[in-house]
């Protein structure tokens, strides 16, 4: 059941149903609407976006991933050969070129990845595992863009395709993928859990979805507090499933839920359509089994701001706050005439002990502006670290006063101090 954070008011361009993050997003200038389920990434949202990038990045890189970029336009014969041109029907944006062929833009690559591997030749069994992925854009005209980020039309996916030997292999490689995922969102410091899942129109015959738990989630969880079971609706009879599991249907909880990550072990679906195959030692012609791993990597962003914001500031989960530290010297003609070369010997001090930081201090000379204006702006925009430099500052032994904006703690530091707390 989805409960609206706020109405905005009719006849406004945004005039949508809008839940927190959306909210928060926009009223900040993170993100602008350009069509329905359309919008303009704005600097501090791309900054966090690339910062998500980059985890995913890692963490793709420690299972053995390579990463490509496909083109967003594939050509409708790859998907009538699966027959999802028809079956995946409403949700392609269909396009046609000058000489009258079809295209559509690229909602997922399960067609585009198999072909291109296919193109190249039988591989060689020691060329397995393959496990390729990309962080591109992907299109869905879905029939109710909403919520911002959360349900666009035009968003980012990570992708992720694998290719092995056999299915002990590809399950090895589920199971990678699967731990790189968890890695991921314990180290953004999400709460998530992991449900078994329908294929879908993906298809495959085993599938886990990662969520995080919201009101605002679109999709019904359920959950066993016995023995652990956790499945979405979708999948169809739970209590059926949760026999299987612990025998009672006493215990099972329902819970709303984000989706934020999927996993299909693929078998060999679309390896068989395109003939991606590989000669074994044998020299024998076999047929790859697959596997699929995307991960929302905009709706994690909006969904991380909508589980961590209150209802009127943005928080982040650390690694994705687009800045650290925000420095606020006082207003030009008070008392504390001066703090704006302290702040700047502060920032130069910071970037030097802290040169991991270099990057993430912002520096606020609008210093026509008050102190308590630019605070109030800064932990709505959720940066961790807040540093004021007041009349304390202009001491000859200064304190500044540091603001831990998750915590709402506020103490004056020494600069030793304060760089041990920074770094
Ligand atoms: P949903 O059930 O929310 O429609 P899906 O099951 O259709 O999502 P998948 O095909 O599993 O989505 O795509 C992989 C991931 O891409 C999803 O887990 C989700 O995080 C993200 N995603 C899917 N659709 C959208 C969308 N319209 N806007 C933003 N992210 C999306
Ligand atoms: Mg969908
Ligand atoms: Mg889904
Ligand atoms: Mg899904």
Known sequence: MYRPAMVLPPGSKQSVLSCKSQ??????????????????????ALRSLEKLIRLIDEEMHSI????????????????????????????????????????????????????????????????LPLRIYQITRKFRDEKRPRFGLLRGREFYMKDMYTFDANTENA???????????CRLFNRLQLHFVKVSADTGSIGGSMSHEYHLPADTGEDELWFCN?????????????DIEHCSH??????????????????????????????ADYSDSNNQTRTTEMGCYGLGVTRILAAAIEVSSTDNEIRWPHLLAPYQIYI??????????????????????????????KHEIILDDRNHMTIGKRMKEAKSLGYPFVIVIG?????????????????????????????????
């Open 23 to 44: 909210r928060l997003m926009m009223e900040h200038g993170l993100i602008r609407q350009s069509s329905p389920g359309v919008y303009h990434l704005l600097p501090l």
């Open 64 to 127: 053995g991933g390579t990463k490509i970029s496909m083109p967003c336009m594939t050509t409708s014969e790859l998907w009538k050969a699966t027959n999802r041109w028809e079956t995946n029907g409403p949700e392609l944006f269909k396009v046609e070129d000058r000489h009258g062929i079809q295209y559509c833009l690229g909602p997922t690559h399960e067609e585009a990845v198999t072909d291109l591997i296919a193109s190249q030749g039988r591989l060689s069994h020691k060329q």
């Open 171 to 181: 399950i090895k490689t589920y199971e990678a993928v699967n731990q790189a995922y």
């Open 226 to 238: 016995r023995c652990g079971f956790g499945a979405n609706k979708e999948l169809g009879d739970i």
């Open 246 to 275: 612990c025998g009672t249907t006493n215990s099972l909880e329902s819970r709303q839920g984000i989706e934020v990550g999927h996993a299909f072990y693929l078998g060999t679906k679309y390896s068989k359509v395109f003939n």
């Open 328 to 357: 606020i010297p006082s207003k030009d003609g008070s008392k504390e005439a001066g703090a704006q070369p302290i702040a700047v010997g502060l920032y130069d001090q910071i970037v030097s002990h802290l040169p991991h930081l």
């Open 391 to 423: 009349k304390k500052a202009l001491q000859p032994e200064p304190l500044f006063e540091l603001c831990n904006v998750n915590t709402g703690e506020t103490r004056y530091l020494n600069t030793c101090d304060l760089f041990c707390t920074l770094s």
